[in-house]
């Protein structure tokens, strides 16, 4: 069975430090691998992956893709309390354009 | 500033009732999504639609639940009856496939549904 899984499952840190999100996934037919944060409303779009090893960026975020290890990668430094959000990966099926979403992690920034 | 959108935002009803959920995909997007949301399952799909066809259900509890897009620029769900476990947020999301590789899914605001 399909599966994206995500850890930690939560996380609290002080402004200013860094953090590294997880996602590793098993999913027959790979298509992408997207992040998503998600605040008290609805997932916005942060990044599509398709290729391994090609980093991309925006602001302090970045995130990258091993396709042999089957993971993924998303880090933010400088953290600040905008960051405070669940990020959810989640992983697209070829065969059916699925998305097959990891439960998510909550990271927590305090002052 | 295009975007999805959802109506009814929160609704509270008893069990037994019917509920209709509501979506306006983004204009030109040619597959819409419902997927729901709890703190114990996560984000889980429920349907999506291509070209306004039905193209999986599979995450649907069929008994009570049913998805259709009437045209397209709306996509609803219903569920009648509705029961407490059903208690939740639905998403809507539209996206447009393009060649290989998928646009990113926009998601809709989400309906907060309590069922008492």
């Known amino acids: 069975e399909d599966k994206v899984v995500q850890s930690p499952l939560s996380l609290v840190v002080h402004e200013g430090d860094t953090v590294t999100l997880n996602c590793s996934y098993e999913v027959t037919n790979f298509r992408s691998l997207l992040w998503y944060k998600q605040e008290k409303k609805a997932p916005t779009f942060l990044f599509m992956l398709t290729s391994s090893g090609i980093e991309k960026k925006s602001g302090r975020l970045s995130s990258i893709l091993d396709k042999k290890e089957l993971f993924s990668i998303l880090n933010i430094t400088a953290t600040q309390t905008g960051d405070s959000a669940i990020y959810l990966c989640?992983?697209?099926?070829?065969?059916?354009?699925?998305?097959?979403f990891g439960t998510g992690t909550r990271l927590q920034v305090f002052p | 500033d295009a975007r999805v959108t959802q109506t009814p935002r929160h609704k509270v009803t008893e069990m037994g009732q019917e509920v209709t959920m509501r979506c306006q995909p983004i204009l030109g997007h040619n597959t819409v999504f419902w997927y729901r949301q709890t703190m114990m399952q996560g984000l889980e799909l429920l349907a999506y639609f291509r070209n306004r066809a039905p193209l999986d259900d599979s995450g649907m509890p069929k008994d009570r639940f049913s998805a259709e897009m009437p045209d397209a620029t709306l996509a609803t769900l219903k569920i009648q009856p509705s029961e407490p476990r059903d208690s939740a947020v639905y998403f809507c999301?539209?996206?447009?496939?393009?060649?290989?590789?998928?646009?990113?899914?926009?998601f809709g605001p989400g309906t907060r549904l309590t069922v008492l």
């Open positions: 989640a992983v697209e099926d070829g065969n059916t354009d699925k998305l097959i």
């Open positions: 999301a539209s996206g447009h496939l393009r060649g290989v590789f998928y646009n990113e899914q926009f």
